[in-house]
Protein backbone atom coordinates (compact mmCIF):
# COMPACT_ATOMS: atom_id res chain seq x y z
CA UNK A 1 0.00 0.00 0.00
CA UNK A 2 2.82 2.10 1.41
CA UNK A 3 4.49 1.65 -2.28
CA UNK A 4 1.57 2.78 -4.45
CA UNK A 5 0.85 5.99 -2.77
CA UNK A 6 4.81 6.53 -2.96
CA UNK A 7 4.33 5.59 -7.02
CA UNK A 8 1.19 8.20 -7.04
CA UNK A 9 3.28 10.85 -5.37
CA UNK A 10 5.94 10.52 -8.24
CA UNK A 11 3.54 10.38 -10.71
CA UNK A 12 1.69 13.39 -9.26
CA UNK A 13 4.77 15.38 -9.63
CA UNK A 14 5.69 14.34 -13.11
CA UNK A 15 2.03 15.26 -14.12
CA UNK A 16 2.01 18.90 -12.15
CA UNK A 17 5.81 20.05 -14.48
CA UNK A 18 4.42 18.98 -18.02
CA UNK A 19 1.24 20.72 -16.79
CA UNK A 20 3.26 23.37 -15.67
CA UNK A 21 5.96 23.68 -18.76
CA UNK A 22 2.70 22.83 -21.09
CA UNK A 23 0.74 26.83 -19.77
CA UNK A 24 4.84 28.43 -19.86
CA UNK A 25 5.22 27.40 -23.58
CA UNK A 26 1.94 28.01 -25.01
CA UNK A 27 0.55 30.51 -22.71
CA UNK A 28 -2.76 28.75 -22.99
CA UNK A 29 -4.64 27.78 -19.80
CA UNK A 30 -6.74 24.73 -21.22
CA UNK A 31 -8.56 22.14 -20.12
CA UNK A 32 -5.37 19.51 -20.81
CA UNK A 33 -2.92 21.74 -18.90
CA UNK A 34 -6.28 21.99 -15.95
CA UNK A 35 -6.43 18.06 -15.72
CA UNK A 36 -2.70 18.22 -15.73
CA UNK A 37 -1.97 20.74 -12.54
CA UNK A 38 -5.01 19.56 -10.76
CA UNK A 39 -4.26 16.06 -11.25
CA UNK A 40 -0.93 16.33 -10.84
CA UNK A 41 -1.33 18.36 -7.56
CA UNK A 42 -4.04 16.39 -5.80
CA UNK A 43 -1.79 13.11 -6.52
CA UNK A 44 1.76 14.73 -5.29
CA UNK A 45 -0.58 15.96 -2.13
CA UNK A 46 -1.94 12.21 -1.30
CA UNK A 47 1.30 10.85 -1.45
CA UNK A 48 2.71 13.21 0.81
CA UNK A 49 -0.04 13.29 3.28
CA UNK A 50 -0.22 9.01 3.33
CA UNK A 51 3.62 8.89 3.52
CA UNK A 52 4.63 11.65 5.33
CA UNK A 53 6.59 9.54 7.55
CA UNK A 54 8.79 8.35 5.02
CA UNK A 55 9.25 11.14 3.47
CA UNK A 56 10.49 12.96 6.64
CA UNK A 57 12.68 9.83 7.53
CA UNK A 58 14.10 9.37 3.54
CA UNK A 59 15.09 13.28 3.69
CA UNK A 60 17.10 12.64 6.54
CA UNK A 61 19.54 10.58 4.64
CA UNK A 62 22.74 11.79 3.00
CA UNK A 63 22.36 9.79 -0.10
CA UNK A 64 19.02 11.32 -0.47
CA UNK A 65 20.13 14.93 0.01
CA UNK A 66 22.70 14.71 -2.32
CA UNK A 67 20.06 12.62 -5.01
CA UNK A 68 17.77 16.33 -4.03
CA UNK A 69 20.39 18.51 -4.93
CA UNK A 70 20.51 16.84 -8.36
CA UNK A 71 17.29 17.02 -8.79
CA UNK A 72 16.66 20.52 -7.76
CA UNK A 73 20.04 21.13 -9.97
CA UNK A 74 18.54 19.70 -12.89
CA UNK A 75 15.05 21.20 -12.05
CA UNK A 76 16.59 24.65 -11.98
CA UNK A 77 18.63 24.16 -16.07
CA UNK A 78 15.51 22.41 -17.22
CA UNK A 79 13.12 26.09 -15.65
CA UNK A 80 16.06 28.33 -17.08
CA UNK A 81 15.31 26.43 -20.22
CA UNK A 82 11.57 26.72 -20.22
CA UNK A 83 12.16 30.64 -19.33
CA UNK A 84 14.45 31.20 -22.38
CA UNK A 85 12.07 29.49 -24.47
CA UNK A 86 9.02 31.43 -23.17
CA UNK A 87 11.25 34.63 -23.81
CA UNK A 88 11.96 33.41 -26.99
CA UNK A 89 8.74 32.78 -27.98
CA UNK A 90 7.10 35.97 -26.77
CA UNK A 91 9.91 38.16 -28.01
CA UNK A 92 10.93 36.43 -31.23
CA UNK A 93 13.89 37.69 -33.66
CA UNK A 94 14.47 36.34 -37.03
CA UNK A 95 17.80 36.49 -38.76
CA UNK A 96 17.55 36.43 -42.67
CA UNK A 97 20.22 34.37 -44.03
CA UNK A 98 19.62 34.56 -47.92
CA UNK A 99 21.46 36.84 -49.87
CA UNK A 100 18.82 38.85 -50.99
CA UNK A 101 17.10 39.00 -47.90
CA UNK A 102 13.33 37.43 -49.19
CA UNK A 103 12.23 36.81 -45.77
CA UNK A 104 12.84 40.58 -44.67
CA UNK A 105 10.50 42.94 -45.43
CA UNK A 106 11.50 45.47 -48.22
CA UNK A 107 11.43 49.19 -47.53
CA UNK A 108 8.77 49.77 -49.89
CA UNK A 109 6.60 47.63 -47.44
CA UNK A 110 7.49 49.21 -44.24
CA UNK A 111 6.74 52.52 -45.83
CA UNK A 112 3.81 51.69 -47.30
CA UNK A 113 2.61 49.29 -44.29
CA UNK A 114 3.87 52.44 -41.25
CA UNK A 115 2.62 55.37 -43.26
CA UNK A 116 -1.38 53.31 -43.17
CA UNK A 117 -3.36 56.85 -42.79
CA UNK A 118 -6.74 54.06 -42.19
CA UNK A 119 -7.81 51.21 -40.80
CA UNK A 120 -6.91 47.80 -42.61
CA UNK A 121 -7.91 44.61 -42.23
CA UNK A 122 -6.98 41.13 -44.08
CA UNK A 123 -9.01 38.09 -44.06
CA UNK A 124 -7.11 35.01 -45.58
CA UNK A 125 -9.72 32.45 -46.53
CA UNK A 126 -7.64 28.84 -45.32
CA UNK A 127 -9.68 26.09 -43.25
CA UNK A 128 -8.33 25.26 -39.79
CA UNK A 129 -6.54 22.33 -41.27
CA UNK A 130 -5.28 23.69 -43.90
CA UNK A 131 -0.87 22.96 -44.43
CA UNK A 132 -0.58 26.27 -45.90
CA UNK A 133 -2.14 28.53 -42.34
CA UNK A 134 1.64 28.54 -40.71
CA UNK A 135 3.09 29.53 -43.94
CA UNK A 136 0.91 32.63 -44.18
CA UNK A 137 0.48 33.58 -40.76
CA UNK A 138 4.63 33.73 -40.01
CA UNK A 139 4.34 35.91 -43.70
CA UNK A 140 0.90 38.09 -42.36
CA UNK A 141 2.38 38.73 -38.64
CA UNK A 142 5.62 40.17 -40.10
CA UNK A 143 3.35 42.96 -41.05
CA UNK A 144 1.35 43.76 -37.84
CA UNK A 145 4.47 45.56 -35.82
CA UNK A 146 4.56 48.05 -38.57
CA UNK A 147 1.39 49.72 -37.97
CA UNK A 148 -1.19 49.68 -35.27
CA UNK A 149 -3.63 50.11 -38.21
CA UNK A 150 -2.75 46.73 -40.05
CA UNK A 151 -4.56 43.53 -38.25
CA UNK A 152 -5.76 39.92 -40.30
CA UNK A 153 -7.59 36.78 -39.26
CA UNK A 154 -8.24 33.33 -41.27
CA UNK A 155 -11.57 32.47 -41.89
CA UNK A 156 -12.46 29.12 -42.60
CA UNK A 157 -14.90 29.15 -45.90
CA UNK A 158 -16.85 26.56 -45.42
CA UNK A 159 -17.50 27.16 -41.94
CA UNK A 160 -18.32 31.09 -42.82
CA UNK A 161 -19.57 30.72 -46.51
CA UNK A 162 -21.86 33.83 -45.89
CA UNK A 163 -17.69 35.45 -45.84
CA UNK A 164 -16.45 34.15 -48.71
CA UNK A 165 -20.15 34.66 -50.82
CA UNK A 166 -19.80 38.56 -49.96
CA UNK A 167 -16.35 39.12 -50.63
CA UNK A 168 -16.41 36.80 -54.02
CA UNK A 169 -14.02 33.88 -53.21
CA UNK A 170 -14.67 31.16 -55.00
CA UNK A 171 -11.20 28.73 -53.68
CA UNK A 172 -9.22 28.66 -51.08
CA UNK A 173 -5.67 30.28 -50.23
CA UNK A 174 -7.78 34.34 -51.30
CA UNK A 175 -6.75 37.20 -49.62
CA UNK A 176 -9.08 39.73 -49.26
CA UNK A 177 -8.19 43.23 -47.75
CA UNK A 178 -10.96 45.80 -46.20
CA UNK A 179 -10.36 49.34 -45.64
CA UNK A 180 -13.47 51.51 -44.66
CA UNK A 181 -16.01 50.70 -47.98
CA UNK A 182 -13.12 49.40 -49.91
CA UNK A 183 -12.08 45.46 -51.32
CA UNK A 184 -9.82 44.05 -52.96
CA UNK A 185 -8.55 40.12 -53.43
CA UNK A 186 -5.89 38.30 -54.65
CA UNK A 187 -5.23 34.57 -54.52
CA UNK A 188 -1.32 34.85 -54.57
CA UNK A 189 1.39 34.94 -57.40
CA UNK A 190 -0.30 34.15 -60.75
CA UNK A 191 2.77 31.82 -61.98
CA UNK A 192 3.56 29.90 -58.61
CA UNK A 193 -0.27 30.15 -56.79
CA UNK A 194 1.84 31.86 -53.60
CA UNK A 195 0.95 33.93 -51.39
CA UNK A 196 4.32 36.48 -51.12
CA UNK A 197 5.20 39.86 -49.78
CA UNK A 198 4.70 42.08 -52.60
CA UNK A 199 0.83 40.41 -53.22
CA UNK A 200 -0.34 41.55 -49.44
CA UNK A 201 1.60 45.45 -50.19
CA UNK A 202 -0.52 45.37 -53.31
CA UNK A 203 -3.72 44.86 -51.80
CA UNK A 204 -3.04 47.16 -48.72
CA UNK A 205 -2.37 50.11 -51.78
CA UNK A 206 -5.36 48.85 -53.90
CA UNK A 207 -7.38 49.63 -50.70
CA UNK A 208 -5.65 52.83 -49.39
CA UNK A 209 -4.41 54.65 -52.72
CA UNK A 210 -7.34 55.11 -54.98
CA UNK A 211 -6.85 56.71 -58.72
CA UNK A 212 -5.80 55.87 -61.93
CA UNK A 213 -4.12 52.44 -62.22
CA UNK A 214 -4.09 52.57 -66.08
CA UNK A 215 -0.33 52.51 -67.98
CA UNK A 216 -1.02 53.42 -71.53
CA UNK A 217 1.76 52.12 -73.91
CA UNK A 218 1.74 54.31 -77.28
CA UNK A 219 0.84 51.82 -80.66
CA UNK A 220 1.38 52.44 -84.18
CA UNK A 221 4.76 53.42 -84.27
CA UNK A 222 7.00 50.40 -84.04
CA UNK A 223 7.03 50.41 -80.12
CA UNK A 224 7.25 47.94 -77.86
CA UNK A 225 4.32 46.11 -77.16
CA UNK A 226 3.28 44.92 -73.61
CA UNK A 227 1.74 41.31 -75.24
CA UNK A 228 4.59 40.00 -76.54
CA UNK A 229 6.35 37.61 -74.38
CA UNK A 230 8.41 35.94 -77.39
CA UNK A 231 10.59 38.30 -78.72
CA UNK A 232 13.78 39.85 -77.32
CA UNK A 233 12.38 43.62 -77.85
CA UNK A 234 8.78 42.89 -76.64
CA UNK A 235 7.95 44.68 -73.57
CA UNK A 236 5.68 41.47 -71.77
CA UNK A 237 8.57 41.46 -69.19
CA UNK A 238 7.69 44.93 -68.18
CA UNK A 239 3.71 44.94 -68.64
CA UNK A 240 4.44 41.99 -65.82
CA UNK A 241 6.37 44.00 -63.68
CA UNK A 242 3.77 47.29 -63.71
CA UNK A 243 0.90 44.66 -62.96
CA UNK A 244 2.98 43.33 -59.71
CA UNK A 245 3.35 47.32 -58.87
CA UNK A 246 -1.06 47.38 -58.68
CA UNK A 247 -0.94 48.56 -62.58
CA UNK A 248 -3.05 47.81 -65.35
CA UNK A 249 -0.76 47.78 -68.76
CA UNK A 250 -3.37 49.10 -71.91
CA UNK A 251 -2.26 49.77 -75.29
CA UNK A 252 -3.07 52.93 -76.63
CA UNK A 253 -3.30 53.78 -80.82
CA UNK A 254 -3.58 57.23 -80.17
CA UNK A 255 -3.91 57.74 -83.96
CA UNK A 256 -7.52 56.51 -83.14
CA UNK A 257 -8.32 57.78 -79.94
CA UNK A 258 -10.19 61.47 -79.53
CA UNK A 259 -7.71 61.86 -76.30
CA UNK A 260 -5.67 60.27 -73.89
CA UNK A 261 -8.20 58.51 -71.66
CA UNK A 262 -8.73 60.10 -68.35
CA UNK A 263 -8.34 57.03 -66.34
CA UNK A 264 -4.66 56.86 -67.77
CA UNK A 265 -2.31 57.26 -64.15
CA UNK A 266 0.72 57.70 -67.22
CA UNK A 267 1.54 57.36 -70.59
CA UNK A 268 4.31 55.58 -72.30
CA UNK A 269 6.42 56.01 -75.31
CA UNK A 270 8.84 52.50 -75.55
CA UNK A 271 10.89 53.12 -78.80
CA UNK A 272 9.07 54.43 -81.17
CA UNK A 273 10.87 54.36 -84.67
CA UNK A 274 8.27 56.38 -87.08
CA UNK A 275 7.46 59.74 -86.25
CA UNK A 276 3.81 60.99 -84.34
CA UNK A 277 0.86 62.06 -86.07
CA UNK A 278 0.37 66.22 -84.73
CA UNK A 279 -3.25 64.86 -83.83
CA UNK A 280 -0.70 62.43 -81.15
CA UNK A 281 1.53 65.07 -80.15
CA UNK A 282 -1.56 67.67 -80.05
CA UNK A 283 -2.85 65.25 -77.88
CA UNK A 284 -0.61 64.41 -75.78
CA UNK A 285 0.56 68.24 -74.94
CA UNK A 286 -3.36 68.61 -73.72
CA UNK A 287 -2.66 65.05 -71.57
CA UNK A 288 0.05 66.69 -69.91
CA UNK A 289 -2.02 70.69 -69.86
CA UNK A 290 -4.54 67.96 -67.37
CA UNK A 291 -1.42 66.75 -64.96
CA UNK A 292 -0.99 63.72 -67.20
CA UNK A 293 2.61 61.78 -66.43
CA UNK A 294 4.81 60.87 -69.64
CA UNK A 295 7.87 58.20 -69.63
CA UNK A 296 9.58 58.30 -73.30
CA UNK A 297 12.14 56.29 -74.45
CA UNK A 298 13.81 57.23 -77.30
CA UNK A 299 16.69 55.29 -79.32
CA UNK A 300 19.34 56.75 -81.27
CA UNK A 301 18.64 57.40 -85.46
CA UNK A 302 14.81 57.51 -84.03
CA UNK A 303 12.80 60.48 -85.00
CA UNK A 304 9.29 60.67 -83.40
CA UNK A 305 9.17 63.98 -83.28
CA UNK A 306 8.60 64.83 -79.80
CA UNK A 307 11.56 67.24 -79.69
CA UNK A 308 8.99 70.07 -79.37
CA UNK A 309 6.97 68.77 -76.72
CA UNK A 310 10.33 67.71 -74.76
CA UNK A 311 12.06 71.31 -75.44
CA UNK A 312 8.42 72.57 -73.22
CA UNK A 313 10.12 70.87 -70.65
CA UNK A 314 13.73 71.88 -70.92
CA UNK A 315 14.51 68.75 -72.48
CA UNK A 316 16.22 67.92 -75.46
CA UNK A 317 17.95 65.06 -77.21
CA UNK A 318 21.13 64.65 -79.18
CA UNK A 319 21.71 63.18 -82.30
CA UNK A 320 24.36 61.05 -81.06
CA UNK A 321 25.75 57.36 -79.84
CA UNK A 322 27.32 56.94 -76.42
CA UNK A 323 30.34 54.54 -76.44
CA UNK A 324 32.41 53.12 -73.63
CA UNK A 325 35.19 51.27 -73.72
CA UNK A 326 34.75 49.57 -70.22
CA UNK A 327 32.00 47.44 -70.40
CA UNK A 328 30.77 44.23 -68.93
CA UNK A 329 32.73 41.12 -71.27
CA UNK A 330 30.45 38.72 -73.03
CA UNK A 331 27.24 40.85 -73.18
CA UNK A 332 27.33 42.93 -76.27
CA UNK A 333 29.09 44.66 -79.56
CA UNK A 334 32.81 45.20 -79.55
CA UNK A 335 32.48 48.41 -80.10
CA UNK A 336 32.13 48.97 -76.51
CA UNK A 337 27.86 50.51 -77.16
CA UNK A 338 26.78 48.83 -73.74
CA UNK A 339 27.55 51.80 -71.50
CA UNK A 340 27.53 50.96 -67.95
CA UNK A 341 25.64 53.66 -65.79
CA UNK A 342 26.82 54.23 -61.94
CA UNK A 343 26.55 58.10 -61.64
CA UNK A 344 22.62 59.12 -60.38
CA UNK A 345 22.89 62.88 -59.83
CA UNK A 346 20.05 63.16 -55.94
CA UNK A 347 16.76 63.04 -57.15
CA UNK A 348 13.54 61.42 -55.89
CA UNK A 349 14.24 58.98 -58.18
CA UNK A 350 17.65 57.91 -57.34
CA UNK A 351 17.13 58.07 -53.58
CA UNK A 352 19.07 56.00 -51.68
CA UNK A 353 19.61 53.92 -55.36
CA UNK A 354 23.74 52.84 -55.55
CA UNK A 355 23.31 50.31 -58.02
CA UNK A 356 24.16 50.08 -61.85
CA UNK A 357 21.89 50.07 -64.73
CA UNK A 358 23.52 48.99 -68.24
CA UNK A 359 21.93 50.83 -71.77
CA UNK A 360 21.79 49.30 -75.29
CA UNK A 361 22.77 51.39 -77.81
CA UNK A 362 21.90 54.92 -76.45
CA UNK A 363 21.79 58.46 -77.39
CA UNK A 364 22.55 61.36 -74.88
CA UNK A 365 19.75 63.64 -73.44
CA UNK A 366 19.96 67.41 -72.32
CA UNK A 367 18.39 69.05 -68.97
CA UNK A 368 18.28 72.94 -70.29
CA UNK A 369 18.49 75.60 -67.81
CA UNK A 370 16.83 78.21 -70.86
CA UNK A 371 13.22 78.20 -72.70
CA UNK A 372 10.76 76.00 -72.32
CA UNK A 373 7.15 76.80 -70.32
CA UNK A 374 7.06 78.94 -67.42
CA UNK A 375 8.28 77.36 -64.35
CA UNK A 376 9.56 74.25 -65.53
CA UNK A 377 12.86 72.53 -64.21
CA UNK A 378 14.51 69.69 -65.92
CA UNK A 379 17.35 67.35 -63.86
CA UNK A 380 19.12 64.94 -64.73
CA UNK A 381 19.03 61.61 -62.90
CA UNK A 382 21.69 59.72 -64.65
CA UNK A 383 24.96 59.79 -66.14
CA UNK A 384 27.51 57.53 -68.07
CA UNK A 385 30.97 57.39 -66.40
CA UNK A 386 33.96 59.29 -67.17
CA UNK A 387 35.57 56.59 -69.84
CA UNK A 388 32.45 57.20 -72.27
CA UNK A 389 31.57 59.50 -74.82
CA UNK A 390 28.83 60.60 -76.75
CA UNK A 391 29.58 59.98 -80.86
CA UNK A 392 28.04 62.49 -83.48
CA UNK A 393 29.01 60.82 -86.39
CA UNK A 394 27.65 57.39 -85.18
CA UNK A 395 26.46 56.03 -88.41
CA UNK A 396 29.79 56.34 -90.22
CA UNK A 397 31.03 54.35 -86.70
CA UNK A 398 28.49 51.86 -87.38
CA UNK A 399 29.03 51.21 -91.05
CA UNK A 400 33.01 50.65 -90.87
CA UNK A 401 32.87 48.75 -87.06
CA UNK A 402 35.55 51.21 -85.80
CA UNK A 403 35.35 53.52 -83.11
CA UNK A 404 37.48 56.98 -82.59
CA UNK A 405 36.90 60.17 -81.02
CA UNK A 406 35.54 63.13 -83.62
CA UNK A 407 35.97 66.94 -83.09
CA UNK A 408 31.61 66.77 -82.77
CA UNK A 409 31.86 64.29 -79.85
CA UNK A 410 31.00 65.18 -76.41
CA UNK A 411 33.35 63.70 -73.53
CA UNK A 412 31.96 61.81 -70.96
CA UNK A 413 30.13 61.62 -68.70
CA UNK A 414 26.98 62.37 -70.49
CA UNK A 415 23.26 62.43 -69.47
CA UNK A 416 21.04 59.55 -70.57
CA UNK A 417 17.95 60.37 -68.42
CA UNK A 418 16.01 63.06 -67.51
CA UNK A 419 13.31 64.10 -64.92
CA UNK A 420 11.08 67.45 -65.73
CA UNK A 421 8.03 68.82 -64.21
CA UNK A 422 5.89 71.83 -63.94
CA UNK A 423 5.54 73.90 -60.66
CA UNK A 424 3.37 77.65 -60.91
CA UNK A 425 3.66 79.15 -63.90
CA UNK A 426 6.01 82.13 -63.30
CA UNK A 427 4.63 85.88 -63.62
CA UNK A 428 1.33 86.78 -65.06
CA UNK A 429 2.09 87.65 -68.57
CA UNK A 430 0.78 85.61 -71.42
CA UNK A 431 2.42 82.51 -72.20
CA UNK A 432 4.83 81.84 -74.82
CA UNK A 433 3.28 78.11 -75.99
CA UNK A 434 -0.17 76.35 -76.41
CA UNK A 435 0.57 74.37 -73.41
CA UNK A 436 1.01 77.05 -71.03
CA UNK A 437 -1.64 76.10 -69.17
CA UNK A 438 0.28 72.83 -67.84
CA UNK A 439 -0.96 71.70 -64.53
CA UNK A 440 1.60 71.96 -61.60
CA UNK A 441 1.64 68.33 -61.63
CA UNK A 442 2.64 67.60 -65.29
CA UNK A 443 5.39 65.35 -65.09
CA UNK A 444 8.06 63.84 -67.91
CA UNK A 445 10.91 61.37 -68.09
CA UNK A 446 13.14 61.02 -70.90
CA UNK A 447 15.52 57.84 -71.20
CA UNK A 448 17.89 57.72 -74.27
CA UNK A 449 17.09 54.18 -74.56
CA UNK A 450 14.36 51.36 -75.23
CA UNK A 451 16.17 48.38 -75.31
CA UNK A 452 17.26 48.23 -71.47
CA UNK A 453 13.82 47.74 -71.09
CA UNK A 454 12.86 45.27 -73.59
CA UNK A 455 12.13 41.23 -72.76
CA UNK A 456 15.97 40.59 -73.25
CA UNK A 457 17.33 43.32 -71.27
CA UNK A 458 15.13 44.29 -68.15
CA UNK A 459 16.15 41.53 -65.66
CA UNK A 460 19.84 42.82 -66.02
CA UNK A 461 21.90 44.39 -63.75
CA UNK A 462 19.15 47.08 -62.08
CA UNK A 463 17.30 48.28 -65.28
CA UNK A 464 13.94 47.12 -63.44
CA UNK A 465 14.36 48.80 -60.86
CA UNK A 466 15.19 51.94 -61.87
CA UNK A 467 12.50 51.97 -64.23
CA UNK A 468 10.29 51.44 -61.54
CA UNK A 469 11.64 54.27 -59.69
CA UNK A 470 11.09 56.66 -62.28
CA UNK A 471 7.51 55.26 -63.22
CA UNK A 472 6.72 55.55 -59.32
CA UNK A 473 8.00 59.76 -59.11
CA UNK A 474 6.04 60.22 -62.06
CA UNK A 475 2.78 58.86 -60.85
CA UNK A 476 3.45 61.32 -57.52
CA UNK A 477 4.25 58.08 -55.34
CA UNK A 478 8.01 59.19 -54.09
CA UNK A 479 6.94 56.85 -50.93
CA UNK A 480 7.46 54.30 -53.11
CA UNK A 481 10.51 54.48 -54.18
CA UNK A 482 12.38 52.47 -52.38
CA UNK A 483 14.23 48.54 -52.60
CA UNK A 484 10.92 46.72 -53.38
CA UNK A 485 9.98 42.77 -52.22
CA UNK A 486 12.53 40.45 -53.54
CA UNK A 487 12.01 36.62 -54.25
CA UNK A 488 14.67 33.59 -55.11
CA UNK A 489 16.87 33.88 -57.97
CA UNK A 490 19.94 32.69 -58.90
CA UNK A 491 22.87 34.01 -57.50
CA UNK A 492 24.57 36.16 -60.27
CA UNK A 493 27.61 38.44 -59.91
CA UNK A 494 28.06 41.43 -62.31
CA UNK A 495 31.36 42.39 -63.37
CA UNK A 496 32.46 45.00 -65.03
CA UNK A 497 36.41 44.81 -67.35
CA UNK A 498 38.01 46.37 -63.97
CA UNK A 499 36.59 44.49 -61.96
CA UNK A 500 37.66 41.79 -63.78
CA UNK A 501 41.48 43.03 -63.90
CA UNK A 502 41.16 43.75 -60.28
CA UNK A 503 40.16 39.76 -59.13
CA UNK A 504 42.97 38.95 -61.66
CA UNK A 505 45.70 40.47 -59.96
CA UNK A 506 44.87 39.34 -56.31
CA UNK A 507 44.06 35.90 -56.91
CA UNK A 508 46.18 35.37 -59.77
CA UNK A 509 49.14 37.96 -59.10
CA UNK A 510 49.12 38.98 -55.35
CA UNK A 511 48.90 36.10 -53.41
CA UNK A 512 52.23 34.44 -54.96
CA UNK A 513 53.78 37.84 -54.78
CA UNK A 514 53.40 38.21 -50.82
CA UNK A 515 54.57 34.04 -50.56
CA UNK A 516 57.39 34.95 -51.99
CA UNK A 517 58.42 38.14 -50.73
CA UNK A 518 57.63 36.61 -47.07
CA UNK A 519 60.02 33.96 -48.22
CA UNK A 520 63.18 35.95 -49.24
CA UNK A 521 62.13 37.64 -45.67
CA UNK A 522 62.53 34.49 -44.03
CA UNK A 523 65.87 33.61 -45.89
CA UNK A 524 67.30 36.34 -45.62
CA UNK A 525 66.65 36.28 -41.86
CA UNK A 526 68.44 33.00 -41.86
CA UNK A 527 71.06 34.06 -43.70
CA UNK A 528 72.06 36.63 -41.29
CA UNK A 529 72.05 34.69 -38.51
Same mark, same amino acid.
Given at each position: ?58 ? %? ?6 ? $?? !? +?? #? *? ?6 ? =? &? ?29 ? %? ?6 ? $?? !? +?? #? *? ?6 ? =? &? ?6 VPLSSRFTWRFVDPEQDPAAADRYGVTKKGMLVALSQ ?349
Amino acid at each position: MRGSLRFLGFAGLVLLIFGLASYALTGVFDLWTAVHAAGGGVLLALGLLFNFSGVKSSL %SLAGTRQR $LQ !A +FA #G *ALLFGGIL =V &AVNVFATRHPWRYDATEAKIHTLSEQTRAVI %SGLDRPVE $LL !A +FL #G *AGDAARRE =V &AELLDRFVPLSSRFTWRFVDPEQDPAAADRYGVTKKGMLVALSQETSAQSAGERDEGTLTEGVVTNLVLKVTRPGPRSVYLLAGHGEAASGDAESPGGAAALADALQRENLEVRPLLLAAEAKVPDDAALVAVLGARKTLLDHELSELRAYLARGGRLLVLVDPATAPGLEPLLADFRVGLGDDMIVDREQIPFLGARLGLDPIVEDFPSHPITRDFKERIVLFQARSVEARTEGGLPGVESHVVARTRPSSWAVADYRKMLSTGTVARGAGDVDGPVAVAVAARRGAPEGGGASPSPAASLAPSGRLVVIGDSDFATNAHLTEFFNKEFLLNAIAWLRGQEDLIAERPKGFRPSRLDMTEADYRTLFRFGVLFFPEALLIVGLAVWWRRRTL
